[in-house]
């Protein structure tokens, strides 16, 4: 189509283009069907045309075929030089030539009848021969000397035709006229000669020369770039000629570059596929909106793709540029012009992360992962978006096999330093299902032992305890059972010792020691980011004090950098025999004792840097038991440390050291064994502040060790408190009576060690021992455990050392 309107525009304006100044030379190059033009501008040499059909038509006097083939001709190969002959024989059908402006002798019936149908049609004239003759004579000239006539002769000419009104003369003089550029005479000429003529190629001479009219005005507006004139001989054309020349033009302006004047030609005429390519060539991003909008607005083919390549390209220009919303809705737009491929719907993705839409992101790598169920890096980029929405993740997880595999093993990695080795164990773990089953049936066999040694009497106190257990897994479950049987003992009052309701006058002769059974149950869970423990007991059936149901609820939640660990409690207070079982008076006539703190415990660590951590202890918690008044406790401590263990051994999983404080204050002092008062350590304060030192092997081993230990410079602070705070003291006097005020300060420590060791694939020993002390107190600890689980197992984890246990630790870590 190009092509074409270029070599039509070209065929009208080589010579016209020069009107403006050389008019004589511009109207010399106007194509005409009267004669070719001899011109002084040569053109560029081309490829010359076939002129075989053009000779056909010619030899058999096909003047309209002749014409139009010679027109095709001379637009398909606008700089062609015509030869002569080829001229000469034109103008002779055409009845151009000397002697033809005379009906010729007819060499058949039917040309008799044409040429005297042709007479018949011209106005009846005897003097009209005569007349005629300056038509004549001016017609027997070469093209070239009536080129050359004065403007005078022409004028006094065109009077004489539209005098004698015969088709002929308007045609010649309408060409002659248009030849010298008299382009309304020419015009007046040529509208005449098509309202006379009778026959077709004398109408097809007078539209050509009025389309050579029309050609030479569009070409002064074109040299003048006047638009508003364009659209005018634009809007009064019918023809469609018009339209013609001004899309060849538009063409032409575009093939020399000049984008700005062929958009407003191709603007004119409505070519859209011409408007689109001069708005583009412009590149300024005016134009390039334009040129978008015109393309998103056409429902064509070429047009829609144009839209569609336009958007895919602003969505990647519009990411790179951090455009990240106009990027999202550029690829939302083009999802609905065509399917989006992998990487222009992962855009989307991509551009959604960066503003955290995670909806949007989220469903754009879904489709992405869909067609593509392998790609690692959209799997890993839905389960970081994800990874605090655990439906979310386990939707995806049951989706696509990619996330499901990372999710997998993101979940061991993150287990593992957690110690959640259930939670790697179920998720496919190497390490954890290695080291060993932990869904099978597991029996155990464990004794432990507790010694506290103090003052004289009382002070002093043991508590020796056996159990045997049966457990297993199921999902991320695990349960265990346990039946105990407890021994307790505790140092005897000596004579005047204040004892149940006064002081003892002579040696006590009263139960100092308990056996009993206890039935308890525990259970755990893990989730990626969350721990569960719970435990009940009912112990020691038959003791002075009834047996009560006790246990704790535990949870811990972990974050990137901060884990939260609570614990809701009910426990004996198991510092004396008073307080964990509770007594008789000395003629067991009168139980008292057995102290139930029930409370709440928390914990927040926080990984402050590579190595280094802080941690937050408190605790707090209510005291009561039978005959013991109530009372409140408070605790709070502090850790700051730092992880040696790469400093140190490759064999260590961690060795943190740091310092720490701690503080724990009771309302009120209930340390005594008379009536009201509960046998347990209960400071007004105790203040600690040292250091701490703890290691831990490294895990999935055949044996692991633990050990820890403190020093600290303590302080503490007991309160002059009523030795009777209920009453039932034999003598009045002595309801007045109280336990003491005392102070001191001095150093304490403990240190423990634990381990385990796997003897085969089937049976592990683990046990535990350690020390610690105070002013005027000592602690001795010890426990040992023979453990059986079905499967096959070749190491063993942190998490069954005996006392990880939350049970004992406090939380579910």
Excluded at 194 to 205: E, G, H, P, R, T
Excluded at 232 to 242: K, R
Excluded at 526 to 549: G, L
């Amino acid at each position: 189509m190009k092509d074409m309107f270029k070599r039509t525009f070209l065929f009208l304006a080589l010579g016209t283009l020069t009107t403006l100044s050389f008019s004589n030379c511009a109207i010399a190059q106007t194509k005409t069907t009267y004669k070719e033009k001899d011109s002084g501008i040569l053109p560029a040499q081309q490829e010359q045309p076939d002129l075989t059909g053009l000779w056909y038509h010619i030899n058999e006097r096909q003047v309209t075929q002749a014409n139009n083939e010679f027109s095709r001709l001379k637009a398909r190969y606008p700089a062609w030089q015509v030869p002569e002959e080829v001229e000469t024989e034109l103008n002779r059908i055409n009845g151009r030539l000397k002697g033809t402006l005379k009906p010729a002798i007819a060499t058949s019936s039917k040309n008799n009848r044409s040429r005297q149908e042709e007479r018949e049609s011209q106005p009846a004239h005897s003097s009209a021969d005569t007349k005629a003759h300056p038509l004549e004579q001016f017609a027997q000239l070469t093209p070239k000397m009536r080129a050359n006539a004065s403007k005078r002769k022409v004028d006094m000419l065109i009077a004489l035709s539209n005098q004698l009104q015969r088709t002929d003369f308007y045609l010649l003089m309408g060409w002659t006229a248009l030849d010298k550029g008299m382009l309304e005479a020419a015009k007046q000429q040529f509208s005449q000669a098509l309202k006379s003529a009778v026959f077709d190629k004398d109408k097809q001479s007078a539209q050509q020369g009025l389309k050579s009219i029309t050609g030479i005005k569009l070409q002064q507006a074109l040299a003048l770039r006047d638009t508003t004139i364009l659209n005018q001989y634009l809007d009064a054309d019918n023809s469609g000629y018009v339209e013609e020349v001004l899309q060849g033009a538009a063409w032409q302006q575009y093939d020399l570059k000049d984008y700005k004047f062929a958009e407003a030609l191709f603007r004119l005429v409505n070519d859209n596929e011409g408007l689109y390519l001069a708005l583009s060539a412009q590149g300024n991003d005016a134009a390039n909106n334009s040129a978008f909008t015109l393309a998103c607005r056409i429902n064509t083919e070429v047009f829609l793709r144009r839209c569609a390549d336009t958007l895919a390209s602003r969505q990647a220009k519009y990411y790179d540029s951090g455009l990240y919303k106009q990027s999202i809705e550029a690829g939302e737009s083009l999802a609905r012009l065509r399917p989006l491929s992998l990487n222009e719907q992962a855009l989307i993705g991509w551009a959604a992360k960066e503003i955290q839409d995670t909806i949007t992101a989220t469903s754009a790598f879904e489709q992405v992962l869909s067609t593509s169920p392998d790609d690692t890096v959209i799997a890993n980029e839905l389960m970081t978006l994800n990874q605090d929405d655990e439906t979310t993740l386990n939707r995806l997880a049951l989706k696509f096999r990619a996330v499901r595999a990372m999710l997998k093993a993101r979940i061991s990695r993150s287990a593992w330093p957690r110690k959640q080795f259930l939670l790697a164990y179920n998720n496919g773990d190497e390490r954890a299902v290695t080291a060993q089953t932990k869904d099978g049936i597991s029996a155990v066999y464990g004794i432990n032992t507790r010694s506290r040694s103090g003052g004289e009497g009382l002070g002093n106190f043991d508590v020796l305890s056996q159990y045997i257990g049966i457990g297993s897994g199921y999902k991320n479950w695990l349960w265990q059972v346990s039946l105990d049987y407890k021994q307790f003992y505790s140092g005897k009052p000596r004579t005047n010792d204040w004892f149940g309701e006064d002081q003892l006058v002579g040696a006590f002769s009263g139960i100092s020691g308990f056996e009993d059974k206890g039935l308890r149950g525990e259970v755990s869970y893990q989730e990626p980011d969350f721990n569960f423990y719970a435990n009940i007991e009912y112990a020691m059936f038959n003791q002075p004090v009834n047996a009560k149901v006790t246990g704790q609820i535990s949870a811990s939640k972990f974050m990137s950098d901060t884990t939260v660990a609570a614990t809701l409690f009910r426990k004996a207070k198991d510092d004396s025999l008073l307080s964990q079982t509770g007594t008789f008076n000395a003629d067991h006539a009168r139980p008292w004792g057995y102290v139930i703190e029930n409370g709440v415990r928390v914990l927040i660590a926080h990984g402050l840097a590579d190595n280094w951590s802080v941690a937050g202890t408190t605790q707090m918690s209510r005291l009561e038991g039978e005959r013991v008044t109530e009372n409140s406790a408070f605790s709070l401590r502090g850790d700051l440390s730092y992880d040696i263990a790469n400093n140190v051994s490759t064999h260590l999983d961690y060795w943190r050291i740091g310092p720490f404080v701690s503080y724990t204050g009771f309302d009120k002092n209930l340390s005594g064994f008379t009536y009201g008062n509960g046998g347990y350590f209960s400071p007004r304060q105790f203040i600690s502040v040292g250091g701490y030192s703890e290691l831990l092997t490294l895990e999935a081993l055949n044996w692991q060790v633990r050990l820890r230990g403190s020093l600290a410079l303590s302080r503490v602070k007991q309160d002059d408190d009523l030795r009777f705070p209920i009453g039932f003291a034999g003598d009045i006097e002595d309801l007045s009576e109280t336990l003491g005020e005392s102070s001191d300060t001095g150093l304490s420590g403990n240190i423990m060690a634990e381990g385990q060791y796997r003897f085969n694939h089937n049976w592990v020993v683990a046990g535990y021992i350690g020390k610690a002390f105070a002013v005027e107190y000592q602690a001795f600890e010890a426990g040992i455990q023979i453990r059986w689980r079905e499967g096959q197992g070749r190491g063993v984890t942190s998490d069954e050392l005996l006392l990880s246990s939350p049970r004992i630790s406090g939380f579910a870590l």
